[in-house]
């Protein structure tokens, strides 16, 4: 006789799965106008995280029920969750003044919201998908998801530069249907956005999930699709075409992003293809080694330099197109300070951001003032050079919503403290650990996750600069499949050990 809660387990399971797929090919949208006006006007209203809470709701109970476990790579991130839970009960003993009618327990409760929803992500994302079988599963549809995006924001960029950015009737009701903001909107005029609510959002989708999982299928020769074109497989495609709508974005974190992902691999892959090349093309000088030695030396120096200039050509011709980028080779004068700078390259706004909310840290280094309190504290903790910015005075005086400090690192340390942000920290190197172990596996399909993780931490580094919100849920995707993959090499491995 077949045990009810097992059944019960099964039925639950299989509508996981259903509910999960629904998720990972909805990731794209980031801004649904249906769940926007249900949330009550959010911005960040990814139908995604409807299907991800019904999966924890209806999946996660029993399957903690039936003595399933937490991997260890979990442990870290679920301190950090703790300790961002006490800090935001701590604050309610800080002096906190409401601000332009919003609340502590008001903000507390949002803040609680979007930490739930990033937990909810990635625990179900981690758990659900612990074969490999589930995880080609889940590359599968991350995939659909992506060439979705891609066809969409393609379009964008064919109607920008071929007809002046006049959208037909059908293209601006369809994207009526998935976005809070028109694509006929002065904002972003002559930038893609693709399926999100603005192209830093477009950029940082890319970097930190869809870009790093085609880069990483690529250089492990893994493809989740069956599908090929001569040698070339459909994540090769999806790269290219993922690349352009990137640079198309024009985000310029989104930009040195994908550079600093370029550079990690420049590292990693430089010297082998240095001596690949030489032994092809001097293949007397095996024998040789001091002579083969100082030509690989001469061919990596002349690979490092062909990269530069290519990065070099690539911010020079985005410069041609957006007036920001341009702003680096039409500068006037040599910047006298760091805000100086800033403020010619059109950046200081994002600068005085990140300085208030280090000053907060600054006051409260333990634990921080709680998440998404910040904006409490932001007025009187702005440089005094911000009052010389448009922005900022916007932001202080005519806008009516709480200010943010426009990352998610100076975020942690000004909502969560030195604890918090250290134990985030110490998180993410447990899986660059896990990367590690994965890209030593033979499974193609584990070698590319191993790829993938590593490349999305090393975006996620500097896309931490550009968004703040923990709603988004590419990085706890990345980083769930992280932990489910790492936890499978683990599992083989001790299986196989004597």
Do not use: C
Not at 2 to 10: D, G, T, W
Not at 31 to 43: D, E, I, Y
Not at 219 to 238: C, D, P, Q, V
Not at 251 to 262: D, E, H, M, P, T
């Amino acid at each position: 006789m077949i045990n009810p809660k097992s059944k019960l387990l099964l039925l639950a399971d299989k509508l996981a799965g259903i509910l999960l797929a629904l998720a990972l090919i909805s990731l794209p949208v980031t801004s649904l106008p249906l769940l926007s006006r249900l949330a009550g006007g959010t911005q960040v209203a990814p139908p995604s995280l409807v299907f991800v809470g019904l999966a924890a709701a209806a999946w996660l109970p029993l399957y903690a029920l039936a003595g399933g476990k937490l991997w260890r790579e979990t442990r870290p991130f679920l301190a950090f969750v703790a300790v961002a839970i006490l800090a935001s009960l701590a604050a309610f003993f800080l002096p906190v003044n409401t601000y332009k009618g919003h609340t502590l327990l008001r903000e507390q409760v949002e803040a609680a919201f979007t930490l739930v929803s990033a937990v909810a992500f990635y625990l179900v994302v981690t758990l659900w998908f612990r074969d490999e079988a589930r995880l080609n599963r889940a590359l599968r549809w991350l995939n659909w998801g992506g060439l979705a995006a891609l066809a969409w924001g393609l379009a964008q960029v064919a109607v920008i530069y071929l007809r002046g950015g006049d959208y037909p009737a059908w293209m601006t009701s369809l994207h009526d249907l998935l976005s809070v903001r028109p694509l006929t909107s002065n904002v972003f005029t002559m930038r893609a956005t693709g399926l999100t609510l603005e192209p830093s959002w477009l950029a940082h989708q890319l970097n930190v999930l869809y870009l790093p999982l085609w880069l990483a299928s690529s250089i492990a020769g893994h493809s989740a699709w069956k599908f090929r074109l001569w040698r070339l497989t459909a994540e090769n495609f999806l790269l290219a075409g993922g690349l352009i709508l990137l640079f198309f974005s024009f985000s310029r974190i989104g930009l040195l992003a994908f550079l600093l992902v370029a550079a990690y691999l420049v590292v990693q892959f430089t010297g082998r293809l240095a001596g690949r090349i030489v032994r092809r093309a001097r293949p007397g000088v095996e024998g040789v080694p001091s002579r083969r030695k100082w030509l690989e030396l001469g061919v990596t120096a002349g690979l490092y330099a062909a990269y530069a200039v290519a990065a070099f050509g690539l911010v020079f011709a985005a410069s041609r197109l957006d007036p920001r980028l341009a702003r680096l080779f039409a500068m006037s004068r040599a910047p006298t300070s760091l805000f100086d700078l800033a403020a010619q390259l059109a950046f200081a706004e994002r600068l005085v951001y990140w300085q208030a909310g280090w000053n907060i840290f600054a006051q409260h280094p333990l634990l921080g003032v709680g998440l998404g309190n910040a904006g409490f504290f932001f007025q009187a903790n702005l440089p005094y050079k911000a009052q010389a910015l448009n922005e900022i005075l916007s932001v202080t005086t005519v806008a009516a919503y709480l200010p943010n400090v426009k990352s998610i690192w100076v975020r942690l340390l000004a909502e969560t403290g030195i604890i918090g942000f250290s134990l985030f920290v110490t998180w993410l190197y447990v899986l660059w650990l896990a990367n590690r172990l994965l890209r030593r596996q033979q499974s193609s399909l584990l070698r590319a996750i191993g790829w993938m993780g590593a490349l999305a931490v090393v975006a996620f580094l500097v896309e931490g600069f550009s968004v703040d919100s923990l709603a988004l849920p590419y990085i706890w995707v990345s980083l769930g499949l992280v932990t489910a993959a790492g936890a499978l090499a683990r599992r083989q491995s001790a299986e196989t050990q004597p």
